[in-house]
């Protein structure tokens, strides 16, 4: 089965993060499903397919469900949502659109591109200047709208991967603040009654909450000395390893807020304050189950701490969504060496049979989840389950500028984006803590 060719890869990428907001009409959702199904169809299609082959059929699409103009039924905000989403979706038509003969795509395929691309970034003095000179290349090397070489795409699509995959795994609701609504009450007074012939029906309430997703920036930026990028010989190299520095440590700092609490906490003016963290928390609450293992005297076994992230497992309400688990590396250690008796896991079996075992999608190894259960007197969260679907996620995509630090002779490079989000599902995330009570 091929695959779209590499000039398509951007904006299948863009498309379906498009594809990722919510809809208030009907129109809306009609369209959306009809692109997803084009761009499924194209990407198992036993032969390639140009950009301009996606783009045509994008457009009958719209034109075989173009909207009745007039319906009563129809609020102004459905009308609205649906004209943005088709206005979003031929931006990102245009600006990837190529030229009919084969320069541009081959032009962006060559080695020639990326060192365009890494010496444009270096003769830019801004962000805008950066964008307006890259047009420029672009425009020369017979391309059209705004495209990058495929070997920086590629570096892109790596950084965002490498973290550990949660952030994209996060469910994208909308790019704007949000309120999650919620009714975390389970009583008799909230259940449905049977009706008595001749009595009078009860009034029944349920109680709603709010919950606010706000934005707030999130950047990473570094300097480079422009001496040091005057003596590098080969540009692809530093354009590679700036969009992975970038990149990757922004995603890896968001998942570990997410999972363990914001590392830059104490500092106030740092602080990423967008994120409901999950390890954090020390007793359950709506959205988390929390399990807490006294360590101060004997460390638990591992028969115990199996049987814990059993039952957490289990009791999580993910509606059968993919649950993750995290957990700090030395109970995990224990777990994959343990006797096979214990976990049913061969000794050097490797994470996706423990994941089985447990009932989760994903088991993720990471070293900022401090406590152990395993460890006598030890104190703090060792291990936290997800359900990336119940996570929801708001804000842009992430974008990157670069500008010249005059007075230093450096060139500055930031990758930025404006992001936030919160558990929506109750009891859809759980936290195992050792702790000294």
């Known amino acids: ?55 045509d059929r994008i457009k009958a699409a719209f034109d075989a469900l173009k909207p009745e103009e007039k319906d009563p039924e129809k609020t102004a905000e459905e009308v609205a949502e649906t004209e943005n989403f088709k206005l979003a979706v031929n931006r990102i038509l245009s600006e990837n659109a190529t030229t009919k003969g084969v320069k541009g795509s081959s032009y962006l395929s060559s080695a020639n591109a990326v060192k365009d691309f890494a010496r444009t970034i270096h003769i830019s003095a801004s962000g805008e200047e950066f964008r307006e000179n890259w047009r420029a290349v672009l425009s020369k090397n ?67 909450q709010g919950k606010k ?24 190299v530093f354009v590679q390893w700036v969009t992975t520095e970038l990149t990757e440590r922004l995603l890896y700092t968001i998942e570990r807020t997410i999972v363990a609490g914001d590392p ?43 049987k814990m992230l059993i039952t957490a497992a289990l009791e999580i309400r993910n509606n059968g969504r993919d649950t993750w688990l995290f957990i700090n590396k030395t109970d995990l250690g224990a777990l994959l060496t343990a006797d096979f008796n214990v976990t049913g896991v061969p000794i050097g079996a490797g994470l996706d049979t423990l994941a089985a075992r447990l009932g989760v999608a994903k088991v993720v190894a990471v070293d900022y989840l401090a406590g152990s259960l395993t460890k006598v007197g030890d104190a703090g969260t060792a291990a936290v389950f997800i359900t990336p679907d119940l996570y929801y996620r708001i804000g842009g995509d992430l974008f990157g500028d670069t500008w010249t630090i005059f007075e230093k002779n450096q060139q500055g490079y930031m990758a930025e984006v404006a992001t936030g989000g919160g558990i929506a599902g109750l009891e859809s995330t759980a936290v195992i803590a050792a702790t000294s009570k």
């Open 142 to 208: 017979g391309v059209t709208g705004m495209a990058y070489p495929e070997q920086v795409e590629a570096g892109i699509n790596t950084a965002w991967a490498n973290a550990n995959g949660l952030f994209m795994a996060l469910r994208y609701v909308s790019p704007r603040e949000f309120r999650i609504m919620y009714s975390a009450a389970d009583t008799a007074d909230q259940l449905a009654h049977g009706h008595k012939v001749g009595a009078s029906k009860k009034e029944q309430v349920i109680p709603a």
């Open 213 to 236: 997703l706000s934005l707030q920036m999130i950047y990473k930026w570094l300097p480079v000395n422009r001496l040091d990028m005057q003596a590098m010989e080969q540009p692809d």
């Open 264 to 306: 830059n906490a104490s500092v106030t003016a740092d602080a990423i304050t967008c994120f409901e963290s999950i390890g954090t928390k020390t007793a359950a609450d709506a959205f988390t189950l929390y399990y807490g293992v006294n360590t101060s005297a004997t460390a638990a076994k591992v028969t115990d701490v199996y």
């Open 1 to 55: 089965m091929n695959k779209f060719k590499k000039s398509v890869a951007q904006m299948a990428r863009e498309l379906r993060n498009a594809l990722k907001r919510n809809f208030l009409s009907e129109d809306g959702k009609a369209l959306a499903e009809a692109i997803g199904t084009v761009i499924a169809e194209a990407e198992n299609s036993e032969e390639e397919v140009s950009a301009e082959e996606l783009n």
